[in-house]
């Protein structure tokens, strides 16, 4: 079974709208970390934001929100004020565990974002 | 350097060759990652470093796989006799060690390595 789960393989916006991207994960540890990264064409990872398991209040960065529904075991990602240059791949990724050094992370397959002018 | 460096950015190999990627993490930091992406999908994990100490290799797909850190900061993916299934872009990514402080210890990727094996 899948660990993450990303629904939607494209997704298109309007320039300056919201947007929001699927993620849905499958844990028994109690003790977890959800990251979501962005990966331009140009290779890169470049991470976003990040909401633990026992954070009580939903994680933000600038334009970037996670709408963390633990019961659902959704991580949403809501990016305001789409701009051209969000027109990416994005990833949604766990870490389950405590935080640690060698906590690998498991990734879903990935949204790729549009962002029309 | 300010960023993590993976050389060489494009690989074309033919089958039955070896071939060396290498990353240089950001300077100071602890914590090296290795990461498969083939075409379509997400990353996944192959090793892990501490320093030069290799904590974590079971995400390495075969004993054609190899990764060193000699020194704690460079390191080498070497793949052995490659196969068409080799084909992907290996990503490597660095972090500072985690000292408890905070939830989140976040990785800074390089733009990775694209193989293809002909």
């Known amino acids: 079974a899948q660990k993450i789960t990303q629904t939607q393989p494209g997704m298109f916006v309007q320039e300056k709208e919201a947007v929001t991207l699927d993620c849905t994960y499958d844990t028994s540890d109690p003790s977890y970390g959800l990251f979501w990264y962005k990966q331009p064409s140009s290779g890169e990872m470049i991470f976003l934001i990040y909401?633990?398991?026992?954070d009580q209040q939903n994680a933000t960065e600038g334009r970037y929100s996670l709408n963390f529904q633990k019961a659902r075991k959704s991580a949403n990602l809501v990016i305001s004020a789409s701009q051209l240059g969000d027109s990416a791949m994005y990833f949604c990724a766990m870490r389950e565990g405590l935080p640690g050094n060698n906590r690998k992370l498991i990734w879903g397959l990935g949204t790729s974002l549009a962002v029309n002018p | 350097g300010a960023g993590v460096s993976q050389s060489p950015r494009y690989k074309v190999a033919k089958r039955g060759q070896d071939v060396a990627l290498r990353c240089d993490p950001i300077?100071?930091?602890?914590?090296l990652f290795w990461y498969q992406q083939a075409l379509g999908q997400g990353p996944e994990f192959l090793t892990y470093f501490q320093n030069e100490a290799q904590l974590d290799k079971s995400g390495l797909p075969s004993d054609r796989f190899f990764a060193e850190r000699p020194e704690g900061s460079v390191s080498t993916l070497k793949i052995q006799r490659t196969q068409q299934e080799d084909s992907a872009v290996y990503l490597c990514?660095?972090?500072?060690?985690?000292?408890?402080?905070?939830?989140?210890?976040?990785?800074?990727f390089g733009a990775g390595s694209r193989l293809t094996v002909l």
């Open positions: 990514a660095s972090s500072l060690l985690w000292r408890g402080s905070s939830g989140a210890n976040v990785l800074t």
């Open positions: 300077s100071g930091h602890v914590s």
């Open positions: 909401q633990g398991s026992y």
